[in-house]
């Protein structure tokens, strides 16, 4: 097998996948050997490799592949999350598209649907993940819906129920009222959006008046329509202007409700007139407030329905002219925000807003225009609602507790350490975790509810009591009837829903002593499921060899972005079931940002395709770039340039090992370095000891920059520019036993090099493995599950400090050469000063080196000829060149003094306009670092000069 002359990535990128895969060599069978385990965090089966993919798989998928090479029986499990709310948005708009909408089905035809859509059209990400070389154990792909994640979601619901850690209560969520569902903090996008800040009058009730003579409290609001459900007015306890009307009432308009003036520390005597309408049912601090005042959850007034259109509240108080408006106006139809306005208005309890023109005239506006940062729902695109409703609760307080616990005493490590901090902050102030969500697709919530029992009489709705319900928590319908049995005594009858209930309920021949019973119709959040991946795909409930032998993990790599909603929960619930973390260490990347450093977004038109990137320049070119970029603690800048210097980077390789194909170097026979007397050689393996040593310790450390660039720069400074150029003199010439020591150890390194980038570049130095084998039989095996380096061999200082010091004096000679206008093939010759017996022992073994390489033909310890000439000084020795007949000196010394003063006068430009304020506060920032980058050079550039002037003499 002779290379192409050519590197093309995509001729070899599939071929090789499809080995690996098709030979199962992801997952060796190595039971014998030492576990290493890392889980996939899900991606959503609705979903696309985006940038932040690539580089979260990248860094996982270095890891697996170190730790495959190093022996053990690596895991890297891979499955997709059922992404519940996502997942029914796209089914349902299908459905639109042919004229039905999901509620013309039953519930279970609508979930056969999306299960027909995941089987037909999800999962496209699998297939691209492939594409970036990810070497997960797709022989065992989980799904977070599949028979055994969702045994392993309703054992753990039904425990922590059980444990008095899951409940329901009545609380404040982020509802979307597109969706008609709670949604995760995760799931909403704050936007600043243009808005108005109004002011009211509140009248004092009862003839109370402020001691400054007010019979009103002024009140401000970025959302009037809310005050058709405030409960109280809250002033600060310390603010002198209200102390004498904390206890007692004002009279809303509109709706007449005489509410209570508290105090609470949530109002701010600075900010505007230090009184605050309190919504309990609306807001979320309001609600905190509400609490605090004596209000208890049930007690606070709800004014809008699940599509944010008003209701009447449970005193019965918001007038008939506002009962099914919107919230605010839509669809070109105003809506309860302005019509509170305008009632307000004209009943002389809106307080306008005064502007002044440019020219002092004084005008009113109904408010303050102001920017609002709004909460909007990723998916439904609308406004959130905080909405008082029902839901199920984990108790998070209690399980963080623990968590917290193995942070502190490194039972979890989080990388890099400074995101302790926030962990912490985020566990020791956790909130309530709300689980359910109004959606058909998903893990049913297994919870039943029936009738409460109350003085031993039922309450379910007929002869004019109250529907009280009852619940009963269990795995399956069997085991909710048998809770049913015992409770009621008479058992219980399934039905469908409560609507069900309510049409069995008017029958006269009901039964009313077997209670009705039905399924509560809810899902459980898909973070509930996700947060058990660490065991639940290893088989948890039961206990498999795998469950056994893999958990806790060792590692999770996660972006910083889910560290409360997937991270921490998963710390939680692994704890809390399995008694064990789930993972040993917790990694924590960036994001992956445009070139300027802006968030990436479609409507900025600066989303970075991968699959884009791979097509044009490889998928191990866009792994070396956010191996290489990815530094501990800081966002990546995407930068297609540094990419495509890495494809030049694999061709650089690509190009190295046709050399040494052409020059007879192959593959070696031995893992342990070969026998070496040329001081290149035992440098070269020296080189490989250190680079394989610092690889294994940034890897280890978790510092994927430090690791790409040991590799990088060993490979394309020592390797390929070095050690390549000087084995050439030895290659051609007549010591055969050196020449053919000199194949063996090349073909030894370059085999080294192959196994240390792999991890990175996976797909080309799989094709060279093999390549370089094709003439001495082939491979025994592939790369991918081939041996890390052991070169058991020692650091030969001798060797190195020879190399090093050939190294400088050809790069000193090369760069004098620049610096000095001369062809960099001009044979020349250096006069030594200085030097010992040793320098000349060194001489004498490297001048072929030096004579090709260095283009140096002699190097002469006699006094140097009289005349111009350029001094270089290596180790302490000086190197004289002879000038003459290289240049013309004078003509050169007058080019490089025209250069430098150009260079000094544009220097002595920037630097004025960097110490103009004007210029630095004003100009674009942008503008400003081009300046500072444009003066670095010039002034650099004036120093180059400056020096090759003074060799000059």
Known sequence: MTLDKNFDPAAIEARWYEHWETKGLFRPERDDREPFTIVNPPPNVTGSLHIGHALDNTLQDIIIRHERLKGKDALWVVGMD??????????????????????????EEFVAKVWEWKEESGGTITGQLRRLGCSMDWSNERFTMDEGMNEAVLKVFVDLYNDGLIYRDKRLVNWDPALKTAISDLEVET??????????????????????????????????????????????????????????????????????????????????????????????????????????????????????NVCQTADGLVPDEFIGLHRFRKDGVNGARELVVKRLKEQGFL??????????????????????????????????????????????????????????????????KTWEKTYFNWMENIQPWCVSRQLWWGHRIPAWYGPKIIDGNLHNGREGTDFLPHHFVAKDEAAALEQATSYYASGGFLVENMDAVLVRSQNESFNSLIPAIWQDEDVLDTWFSSALW?????????????????????????????????????????????????????????????????????????????????????????????????????????????????????????????????????????LAAPDASLPVNRWIISEV?????????????????????????????????????????????EDASAADETRIVAGWVLDQIIVMLHPFMPFITEELWHAMAAENGGREYDLIVAKWPEPKAAVDAQAKAEIDWLIKLVSEVRSTKVELNIAPGTKMTAHVRDGDDDLLAKIARQNAALDRVGRLETISFDP????????????????VLPLAGAIDVDAEKGRLNKALEAAQKEAKSLSGRLGNPNFVEKAKPEAVEKARADLADKEAEAERLQAAIDRLG
């Open 351 to 416: 307080i306008p807003h005064i502007v002044k023109s440019k020219d002092g005239e004084e005008s009113e506006l109904d408010a303050e225009p102001r920017t609002i940062a709004t909460p909007f729902g990723d998916r439904g695109g609308v406004v959130i609602e905080p909405w008082l409703t029902d839901q199920w609760y984990v108790d998070a307080e209690t399980l963080a507790q623990p968590a917290i616990e193995a942070v502190r005493d490194g039972s979890i490590e989080i990388v890099p």
């Open 191 to 308: 936007v600043d959006t243009k808005g108005s800040f109004w002011h009211f009058k509140y009248p004092l009730a009862d003839g109370v008046k402020l001691a400054d003579g007010r019979d009103y409290i002024e009140v401000a609001t970025t959302r009037p329509e809310t005050m058709l459900a405030d409960m109280a007015v809250a002033v600060h306890p310390s603010d002198e202007r209200y102390k004498s009307v904390v206890g007692k009432e004002v009279v809303l308009p509109i709706t007449g409700r005489r509410v209570p003036i508290v105090a609470d520390e949530h109002a701010d005597p600075e900010l505007g007139s230090g009184a605050v309408k309190i919504t309990p049912g609306h807001d979320f601090n309001d609600f905190e407030v509400g609490k605090r005042a004596g209000f208890a959850a049930g007690e606070m007034l709800n004014m809008l329905d699940g599509e944010a």
């Open 534 to 670: 660490p065991f639940g795909t290893l088989g948890w409930p039961e206990q498999t060899d795998d469950l056994k032998r893999h958990y806790p993990n060792d590692l999770l790599i996660s972006g910083f972005d889910i560290l409360f909603f997937w991270d921490a929960r998963m710390a939680m619930q692994g704890i809390k079931m399995m008694g064990e973390v789930p993972w040993k260490r917790l990694y924590l990347h960036g994001l992956v940002r445009a070139e300027d450093g802006s968030k990436m977004s479609k409507s900025k038109g600066n989303v970075v395709d991968p699959l884009g990137l791979i097509d044009q320049y490889g998928a191990d070119a866009l792994r070396f770039f956010m191996a290489a970029m990815e530094s501990q603690g800081r966002d990546i800048k995407m930068d297609d340039k540094r990419v495509e210097g890495y494809r030049n980077f694999a061709t650089k390789l690509w190009n190295a090992s046709r050399f040494c194909e052409v020059n007879g170097i192959g593959a070696s026979k031995t």
């Open 864 to 879: 140097a000829p009289e005349g111009a000439s350029a001094q270089i000084v290596v180790d302490g020795a000086t190197y």
């Open 82 to 107: 059922h992404a519940g709310i996502a997942t029914q948005m796209v089914v349902e708009r299908q459905m639109n598209e042919r004229q039905q909408k999901r509620t013309d089905f039953t519930r």
């Open 689 to 733: 000891v250190e680079t394989q040593q610092a690889l294994d310790k940034a890897l280890a450390d978790l510092r994927f920059d430090a690791a790409a660039n040991t590799i990088y720069h060993f490979t394309w400074d020592r390797f390929c520019d070095w050690y390549l150029e000087l084995i050439k003199p030895v290659l051609q010439g």
